[in-house]
């Protein structure tokens, strides 16, 4: 039974043994070759040879001069030479939508202006309108009303054109024109006042109609003073040949009895 466990014990040990006589005894270095390895790579000429001042001299007095006109700085020359780079297409889009973009603008803002300054005349006109309008309308005190008035006046104006209608055409044409407004004057004199005020402000911009509506305008109160002035003349003479006639009857009735 000793003997396996001895036979365990040697084998590590002769392995052991055996391992550290292989072994070489030169000594490794991790980091620097050896000093004959050294030496050779000494030996050994570098691809790129550092010139000598000897070979520079060489070389510049081999080299020909520069010619004439050129400069030390070939490259800011040849920068300043070269044409200048155009704008890019993205460059020249970009102005072109630029362009497009501000011209739309304007014509949406002068288009938005031309509305806005019809609107504006159309209210002031409607605004207008409506104050001329309420102008016309007779006062609340007046106790006038516009309804049978206008009635009234429509027909006599009708009526004045059925009388008129075997006469000649500018009779025909003044008489119905002639019964409405006088007719106006009798039962609406207050609207009639206003109408006639609104007509005289719209004649007033024209000095030719202005004056010609001033001359027709004399002339009407001149024939209408003066058919009432006839009219009462002719009244009086007749009062006084019916106080006669009667005198004369109240006379003869005397006499008689």
Not at 159 to 168: D, E, K, L, Q
Not at 204 to 226: A, C, K, M, N, Y
Request: aromatic share 6%.
């Amino acid at each position: 039974m000793a003997a396996p466990l001895l036979r365990q014990r040697l084998v590590p040990l002769v392995g052991l043994t055996a391992g550290m006589a292989l072994i070489p005894r030169r000594t490794a270095y991790a980091e620097e070759p050896p000093t004959d390895s050294l030496a050779a790579l000494r030996r050994r000429r570098p691809i790129y040879d550092t010139p000598s001042s000897a070979s520079i001299r060489e070389i510049a007095a081999t080299t020909p001069a520069p010619a004439s006109g050129l400069t030390s700085t070939p490259q800011k020359e040849a920068a300043a030479a070269s044409p200048t780079r155009g704008p890019s297409p993205t460059d020249r889009l970009a102005a072109q939508i630029a362009r497009s973009r501000l011209f739309l603008h304007r014509y949406a803002a002068s288009a938005e202006q031309s509305v806005n300054n019809g609107l504006t005349r159309v209210l002031s006109a409607e605004d207008s309108l409506a104050t001329t309008v309420r102008s016309l309308a007779p006062p609340k005190e007046s106790n006038e009303k516009l309804l049978p008035g206008g009635i009234y006046v429509l027909v006599a104006a009708m009526a004045g054109s059925i009388v008129s209608r075997n006469r000649n055409i500018a009779l025909r044409f003044i008489t119905p024109i002639i019964t409405g407004v006088v007719t106006a004057n009798y039962v609406t004199p207050r609207t009639s006042e206003n109408v006639g005020n609104l007509i005289w402000k719209y004649e007033s911009r024209f000095p030719v109609v202005r004056d010609q509506h001033l001359r027709i305008r004399d002339g009407v109160t001149h024939f209408w003073e003066t058919g009432k002035a006839h009219s009462q003349m002719g009244l009086a003479m007749a009062e006084d040949k019916v106080e006669g006639v009667v005198e004369s009857v109240q006379a003869w009735v005397k006499q008689g009895r």
